[in-house]
């Protein structure tokens, strides 16, 4: 090929780079996307295409390589340029008050400009740019030596490969904190518990998981972002050398995402301010934190003040109240829930943390307390983060005394005492009783109305209680045709109150599909498969005539949840209740669904491949089957009309023709990916 041509194709595959980048960058850190994921999906094929034909174009900047490669034996160790220090502990604010006198002593000053920031619940990370490409990436590990995991954090969106066109330093180390952001985490545990596999306590144990993987397609598999807080090693002056702020900022036009909640204050009201305000955002931030880091904001003046024994003398942590504490178990008993699961619970000796008394704390199910051996009598470590509810963490063995208890399940439910039995393959036991036990009627009109549900304020426990007891409401349908007269008869239910839930019910009418099929309560059926449902299908109808095949096909629903489906449907009282419901009034915008017919319901229908070469983990009668249970057609000779050509090894005359006609060839791994990715797509 001429000199000017391979030019071309350089210049080409560059371009595309720099593109797939951009819309990396509005999709993952700005959210807000240019192009849709169809177009987007094009441009990365074209580049896979163009490298695989081109291989001495193919560098290990390329946004291809962020899909993870081939699994590590184990991870190699990395020596920080600069050690990687922690933060000393502010737990008051008297701490606070002594830290910032401290300060002002040693710079002579009498008020002081801090930088504060939130601090990231997750893993602290260094990035090193050589010529704005990153090389390596590394934990924080003892903080002289971590741990070599590059091709991880590769595939976290967020970071940059490659600095855009600016003038950053020829090396620069960016350090910040790999998080996974709450709504990924739960997804990642709904998903989790469909496959059985393993739930993860919190978002900054899922995120530390998935991190530490050898394999960087596990990694590239778990939703995670990072967020820049400050710069390591770097050569040369690009750098912005006054504040800490600027040098934020810098971050920030580099590429980096950097917490929106970073405030300049000043003096310690600034920072008590600061402390409180996030406080109260706390619960409603996309991601976990445990507490503000205050820095002085002067570069000059953080190098006066320096460092005293490994953690600076310029930056403090205030961290919010424990989250931790120790108390008696004094009782354990056991509540009905929603779909009759029996959830042990530990009645505790009243004890503060975070901010609250508990009194009770979880503990799961009977496993679990096996597992952790936690009996009547015991001192135990219990445990609240975030929304979650609390739950016993550990027992303290030390602390048992002779006479601990031993928790047995009760054979029948102590609601309505039906027989409790537990389902093979199932951690937990079950009242058998269905909504003839008062418990499972409560909790189902509670989850009905809950705010990610139908959204009936003002609905609250005390008042469903109430209710069912009295038998007003059997149903979630009977909420409709409540009157002020049946309502103004419940205690403590005035005139006004009563007004305001009616209110309430009547708004509720309008909703949404995806939020009506949450608040059905179905088994296995959580928020976001509620959300796919209403996606994929756009209308009621639909999903209650849906047969299991189709259900599966839709990305993310396997057999568990498609039986629970369709088990939920096949009850005439649920129908009826639903029919109850929508002739009431409630009602949702409806619409054709993602895709038209059930039938192209399959994301790869419309598309063919052609198979070629042997492939290594799969003959390639599976690879057929596997590509056509997804929709796609497999035919034998490659035209214009072929989408992808699967090249396994020794290719015949199929793989020259794709290249002539610029039909896209995929490796085996590949195919893998887009296979995969086409099943999760949400
Ligand atoms: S600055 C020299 N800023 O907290 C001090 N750290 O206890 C460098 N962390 O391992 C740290 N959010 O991973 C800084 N906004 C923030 C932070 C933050 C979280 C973590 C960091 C470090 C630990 C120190």
């Not at 190699?76 to 002002?104: C, G």
């Not at 260094?126 to 091709?151: C, K, Q």
Request: proline share 4%; aromatic share 6%.
């Amino acid at each position: 090929m001429m000199c000017a041509e391979i030019d071309s194709i350089k210049q080409q595959i560059q371009n595309l780079r720099a593109e797939i980048e951009r819309h990396n960058y509005q999709y993952y850190t700005l959210d807000a996307p240019l192009i849709p994921d169809a177009e987007y999906d094009k441009l990365f094929v074209s580049l896979q295409h163009l490298e695989r034909a081109y291989p001495q174009f193919l560098t290990e900047d390329s946004p291809t390589q962020r899909v993870g490669a081939t699994p590590l034996k184990e991870f190699t160790q990395i020596k920080h340029a600069i050690a990687m220090l922690s933060l000393n502990n502010a737990f008051s604010d008297s701490d606070v008050e002594a830290f910032d006198r401290r300060v002002k002593e040693a710079l002579l000053k009498d008020s002081i400009e801090y930088v504060a920031e939130p601090k990231f619940d997750g893993i602290a990370v260094s990035l090193r740019y050589e010529n704005g490409i990153l090389r390596t990436g590394a934990t924080r590990g003892d903080g002289e030596v971590g741990e070599d995991i590059t091709l991880n954090l590769k595939t976290i969106r967020t970071i940059p490969i490659v600095l855009p066109q600016k003038n950053y330093p020829p090396l620069l180390e960016v350090r910040g904190e790999v998080l996974m952001l709450k709504a990924d985490f739960l997804a990642l545990n709904e998903r989790q518990a469909r496959k059985g596999e393993k739930i993860f306590a919190n978002p900054r144990n899922a995120a530390a998981g998935s991190l530490r993987q050898l394999d960087s397609k596990i990694t590239a598999s778990r939703q995670l972002t990072f967020f820049a807080y400050g710069v390591g090693e770097c050569v040369d002056t690009a750098l912005p050398t006054s504040t800490q702020h600027s040098v934020l900022n810098y971050l920030l036009s580099l590429g980096f995402p950097v917490a929106q909640e970073v405030k300049v204050v000043a003096g310690m009201k600034g920072l008590l301010s600061y402390y409180q305000s996030i406080g109260q955002q706390r619960e409603n931030l996309p991601y976990d934190i445990d507490g503000v880091v205050y820095k002085v904001n002067a570069l000059r003046d953080q190098e006066q003040l320096g460092f005293v024994s490994r953690a600076p003398r310029f930056a403090i942590a205030h961290k919010f109240p424990a989250q931790e504490a120790l108390t008696q178990v004094l009782d354990i008993s056991v509540q009905v829930g929603r779909t009759g699961a029996l959830t042990p619970v530990a009645r505790l000796q009243p004890v503060f943390v975070g901010g609250v008394t508990l009194t009770n704390a979880t503990l799961h199910n009977l496993d679990e307390i096996i597992r952790k051996d936690v009996r009547v009598g015991d001192t135990v470590v219990v445990r609240r983060a975030g929304d979650v509810i609390p739950e016993v963490a550990s027992v303290i063995m030390e602390k048992r005394p002779q006479n601990a208890l031993i928790f047995q399940m009760p054979p029948h439910c102590p609601i309505c005492h039906s027989h409790v039995v537990r389902l093979i393959d199932e951690a937990v036991f079950r009242c058998t009783g269905g909504l003839f036990c008062l418990a499972q009627r409560k909790q189902a009109i509670l989850h009905f109305s809950s705010r990610r549900a139908m959204n009936i304020e003002g609905l609250g426990e005390k008042l469903v209680d109430q209710m069912v007891d009295q038998a007003i409401v059997r149903t979630p349908a009977d909420l409709y045709r409540l009157g002020l007269a049946a309502l103004v008869n419940l205690e403590r239910m005035a005139q006004k109150s009563a007004g305001n839930i009616l209110q309430a019910i009547e708004k509720s009418k309008q909703t949404t599909l995806a939020r009506f099929i949450y608040a059905l309560g179905i088994r296995n059926v959580g928020e976001t498969t509620a959300k796919d449902l209403a996606k994929y299908l756009g209308n009621l109808d639909r999903l209650i005539a849906i047969d299991e095949i189709h259900l599966q096909q839709i990305p993310d629903i396997g057999p568990v949840v498609a039986q629970s489906i369709i088990n939920f449907f096949a009850e005439s009282h649920n129908r009826e209740v639903i029919e109850q419901l929508r002739a009431s009034g409630v009602h949702w915008a409806e619409h054709e669904g993602k895709l038209l017919h059930a039938d192209s319901i399959l994301p790869l229908s419309g598309k063919t491949f052609v198979l070629t070469g042997t492939l290594a983990t799969m003959s390639r009668e599976q690879a057929k089957e596997k590509i056509e249970t997804l929709g796609a057609k497999v035919s034998n000779s490659v035209s214009k009309k072929t989408d992808y050509v699967i090249v396994g090894s020794d290719p015949g005359s199929k793989h020259d023709k794709a290249v002539s006609l610029g039909v896209a060839i995929l490796n085996e791994d590949e195919l893998m990916i887009l296979l995969n990715k086409v099943q999760s797509v949400s």
